[in-house]
């Protein structure tokens, strides 16, 4: 079936650095990507829309310059945390709705950020 | 906008119990409804999905309604297994909107056995 893979699973850095993780649709092409936040014991959070090729669209409140989204492949994007803080500590997950499966997502195994 | 609300957790049952988690939902068109489960230390995957009123999906024992007259969702199964402890979302996604997904706030379950 449809697989997504985000990388890195853990990372731990250092407040003021910029942090890169990847979502990968590994079978599938994916013009539409999906970047979730999920903070401890709460549900899924929608930051941003990933579009290959053009902008992201990010939902209220989310600071598209804080949170950097590039499609830049049908396969592959990018959120990237810039300046992190503690307060950006959680789970980061992707998703992806294979062509066709309207409504349906495959999700990435997450990934999870601590800011020193 | 749409929203998705769920019965509070931790829910806490013996194993061969019978399981209901509430979901009911509020949305302008007409959704597609999902239980998503996460399972320790995984990702989330799907669980079954419904979509248009009186779908019934089903899953590894789970089933679930869609009730458009009630607006619910709700996720049952007539025994359960220490295996099925998870957290358990409830979501819709409004074909108007790109397959974006809104969640219900999750129930976490836990097995005795």
């Known amino acids: 079936g449809a697989v997504v893979s985000q990388h890195p699973s853990r990372v731990i850095c250092k407040s003021g650095t910029s942090v890169k993780i990847e979502c990968r649709s590994l079978?599938?092409?994916?013009?539409?990507m999906f970047w979730y936040r999920q903070f401890p014991k709460q549900s899924l959070m929608l930051m941003a829309t990933?579009?290959?090729?053009?902008?992201?669209?990010?939902e209220q409140g989310v600071e598209k310059d804080k949170f950097l989204i590039n499609h830049a492949s049908l396969t592959l994007s990018t959120l990237t945390v810039t300046s992190a803080h503690p307060e950006d500590s959680s789970f980061y997950i992707c998703?992806?709705?294979?062509?066709?499966?309207?409504?349906?997502?495959?999700f990435g195994e997450g990934s999870r950020l601590t800011v020193l | 906008g749409d929203s998705v609300t769920q019965m509070e957790g931790p829910v806490t049952l013996s194993e061969e119990a019978f399981l209901t988690i509430n979901c009911t939902y509020t949305?302008?068109?007409?959704?597609?409804l999902f239980w998503y489960v996460q399972y320790p230390g995984e990702g989330l995957q799907l669980l079954l999905k419904?979509?248009?009123?009186?779908d019934k999906g089903s899953n590894k024992g789970f089933e679930a309604t869609y009730r458009k007259e009630t607006t619910s969702f709700h996720l049952e199964k007539g025994s359960v297994q220490v295996s099925d402890s998870a957290v358990y979302f409830c979501?819709?996604?409004?074909?108007?909107?790109?397959?974006?997904?809104?969640f219900g706030s999750g129930t976490r379950l836990s097995i005795r056995p």
């Open positions: 990933s579009n290959e090729g053009s902008k992201a669209t990010y």
């Open positions: 998703s992806a709705p294979p062509r066709g499966e309207t409504g349906e997502l495959f």
């Open positions: 419904a979509t248009k009123a009186d």
């Open positions: 949305a302008t068109g007409y959704p597609s």
């Open positions: 979501a819709l996604s409004d074909y108007s909107s790109a397959s974006k997904i809104i």
């Open positions: 079978d599938f092409q994916a013009t539409t």
